[in-house]
């Protein structure tokens, strides 16, 4: 039903990819050890974050529920990879599961930016709602290309982290910044009047900053704290413009080699702490943002006729998703739950 | 700047009291008098911090019984608070606090909390933040003393880090380095704790100007402590080799540390299970006794490298040809690293 949303490219990359392995190595060679099902994670999440911790729980759960028949083993760090690595080696078995932001996500379908549909959220009960509604979609989509959603991740608000104060969308439009990963968005983004976006890794961020490549990054306080780049960026344009979103997958066959009545109980636990990531985000990214205040970050709240452009801004950014990047139906249903009661 | 050192007595020289630090100790809390109190707690102090002679601590770094070793710790580092309190601007016992703190938390709080991870995670996360502060109170020792040679650095360091480490030079590299390995140790076992996690870049400018000072400072610790340096503040799998190499150079090949520190942090990154295995192997077949003043750190090493050999299996897990290629150990110019 949602063939037409995967998206081909890397679809058809993995396929071939996954077709040549099989000759070589059988799949999943870790998945059935003794009799044990062992899922093997890659995880962007630094070892010691919330979120891997969070992980290392689910899997310390799962063991428990399972009496030790199911073994997550969490890689952090991105030992296995960037998100588009890890799906690549998920599609032919050396993974198992992986964790993924909105970016790594769009790898499968450009649709998922339903969940951050600009200026539509304007809370954590907004994208929930929104979440609700069109979450079943795109679980039917990755579960097309071999992909169990186990729970969905919030990583925070994105705000804009600029080296200047000015909060002028005139003036923000104008930097380069990070493109991140393969952001098939970055067409809409210059018809919005951005300039191209630097593709660079998550590691050769900071000496951009430094050099000058990037000059700006669009991005989750959070992340921002994780890699220190406030140390170039000394401004946080305050508009809360899109939730950044995430999700955790697993490899259908793999998780379909548990059994049902199982995998029942292990999904719920995954929901489970899921939740409890989600309930305490709030709170951690206020305090990396204060610790970065703490370290010279500035807040800058755009006075509200600066508001209301970057409102006109992102309302013509928001036409040129409906159909072209996500289905109409999606669209329109997230647009009705996202303004539910809310007179807007 | 001022800076005060306590008075040593003389005559009563951390030799002569070496042995006695016991006896020196009740001395000083039962004997009335404040200067006959002072001269035995300053005894005491560099006694327990080994300054003015060889090092006090050497009892422990010969030691081939790492559990004797991490039963005896405590005491001697409580004792070391106690002695503290009377003489708080002892440089040298601050240093030797702060380094006897972050070798227990390190090796006898830390890595058996690792042991635990896959069996009761919630008992090893415990395990991880006690070491972490740990790790805290060894950076408030080892800051004190930087605060006594530069007052208001540690703000400094918070603030403007790469500005404020060029004030500190090459005398001030024990407090430095030991100030910087705790603050960082702290940081990267709670990711969570965003006041210290914005504190990285506090690490990176004081590795940068220790290495500046003297890149060949304490046989090669600086570039030890490179080794293990995050992406986000710089780190990598090149670096970290290139820094092992020349740790391996200045240490003569007379440490294992960093062949297991090079097998955990590059070789499994880039799973290269073959190399993993050697250089583990050649740890393993290390003779210990050979270096006396390295026999606790190298026996602490063969241990943990026997686990990490125990986890093969589940640490390799990508498909052979997926390895990136490392310069085998025989490939290697150091031939000391091959003494066999």
Excluded at chain 1, 95 to 120: C, E, R, Y
Excluded at chain 1, 283 to 292: F, G, P
Aim: charged share 25%; proline share 5%; with cysteine.
């Amino acid at each position: 039903m949602a063939t037409f949303l995967v998206k081909p490219t890397l679809r058809g990359t993995l396929l071939a990819i996954s077709a040549l392995c099989l000759l070589l190595i059988s799949a999943n060679p870790a998945s059935a050890q003794r009799g044990r099902t062992v899922i093997r994670m890659g995880s962007l999440a630094p070892q010691n974050s919330p979120w891997h911790e969070s992980l290392m729980i689910m899997a310390e759960r799962w063991r428990e529920e399972s009496n030790g028949q199911v073994r997550l083993q969490v890689i952090p760090n991105a030992t296995a990879g960037e998100e588009a690595d890890v799906l690549q080696k998920m599609s032919f078995g050396q993974l198992h599961a992986g964790t993924f932001s909105l970016a790594g996500l769009q790898n499968l379908t450009d649709a998922v930016a339903v969940l951050a549909i600009p200026m539509l959220a304007e809370d954590q009960e907004d994208l929930h709602r929104i979440r609700d509604a069109v979450g079943p979609y795109l679980e039917e989509v990755f579960l097309e290309q071999g992909y169990v959603l186990l729970h969905w991740a919030d990583l925070g608000w994105m705000r804009f982290f600029t080296k200047d104060p000015n909060p002028d969308p005139d003036v923000v439009k104008g930097y380069r910044y990070v493109q991140w990963g393969d952001d098939s968005m970055s067409d809409l983004w210059r018809e919005a009047g951005f300039p191209p976006g630097v593709r660079m890794n998550m590691a050769d961020i900071t000496i951009g900053l430094e050099r000058g490549t990037v000059d700006a990054i669009n991005t989750a306080p959070l992340v921002v704290a994780g890699y220190m780049w406030f140390s170039a960026l000394k401004y946080m344009i305050d508009v809360r413009w899109a939730p950044l979103s995430g999700a955790t997958l697993v490899d259908r066959d793999t998780w379909e080699s548990i059994p049902e009545d199982l995998r029942v109980r292990l999904k719920g636990i995954a929901e489970e702490v899921g939740e409890e990531v989600q309930a305490k985000l709030l709170e951690w990214e206020a305090e990396a943002i204060d610790a970065m205040m703490g370290q010279g970050l500035e807040i800058i709240e755009p006075p509200p006729d600066i508001m209301e452009k970057w409102r006109v801004l992102f309302e013509q950014a928001r036409g040129m998703l409906r159909g072209r990047v996500i289905p109409e139906a999606w669209f329109d249903e997230a647009i009705r739950v996202g303004t539910q009661g809310k007179g807007r | 700047m001022i800076r005060q050192k306590p008075v040593v007595p003389s005559g009563a020289g951390r030799s002569q009291m070496a042995p006695f630090p016991l006896l020196a100790l009740l001395l000083a809390l039962t004997i009335s008098g404040c200067s006959i109190k002072g001269m035995a707690i300053n005894s005491v102090a560099n006694a327990l911090s080994g300054a003015g002679g060889d090092g006090g601590s050497n009892v422990y770094l010969t030691d081939d019984d790492p559990i004797l070793v991490g039963e005896a710790l405590p005491f001697s580092l409580k004792l070391m608070e106690t002695i503290l309190q009377e003489t708080p601007e002892h440089e040298e016992l601050l240093v030797a606090t702060a380094t006897g703190f972050v070798s227990y938390a390190e090796m006898w709080v830390l890595r058996p909390s690792r042991y635990l991870e896959d069996t009761d995670y919630l008992a090893s996360k415990a395990e991880r933040l006690r070491a972490k502060k740990l790790f805290l109170r060894a950076s408030g020792y080892a800051g004190r003393v930087l605060e006594l040679r530069y007052p208001g650095i540690v703000e400094r360091l918070r603030l403007s880090p790469h500005e404020a480490a060029q004030e500190l030079g090459a005398e001030d590299l024990d407090a430095l380095y030991w100030y910087g390995a705790a603050l960082g140790r702290a940081i990267s076992n709670d990711l969570g704790d965003a006041e210290l996690l914005v504190q990285g870049r506090t690490i990176q400018a004081l590795l940068e100007r220790a290495l500046e000072l003297d890149e060949s400072w304490n046989k090669g610790a600086l570039h030890e402590f490179r080794m293990g340096l995050p992406k986000q503040l710089g780190g990598s799998p090149e670096i970290a080799e290139a820094a092992y190499m020349r740790a391996m150079e200045l240490n003569e090949g007379t440490s294992v540390g960093p062949m297991v520190s090079l097998a955990e942090s590059v070789f499994v990154a880039n799973q290269d299970r073959e190399a993993f295995n050697q250089i583990l192997a050649r740890v393993l077949e290390f003779d210990a006794e050979q270096y006396p003043d390295n026999r606790l750190t190298n026996t602490l090493a063969q241990k943990h490298a026997e686990w990490l050999l125990s986890k093969v299996d589940e640490l390799f897990w990508s498909a052979p040809g997926d390895a990136k290629r490392h310069p085998q150990p025989k490939e290697m110019s150091t031939s000391w690293l091959l003494s066999s």
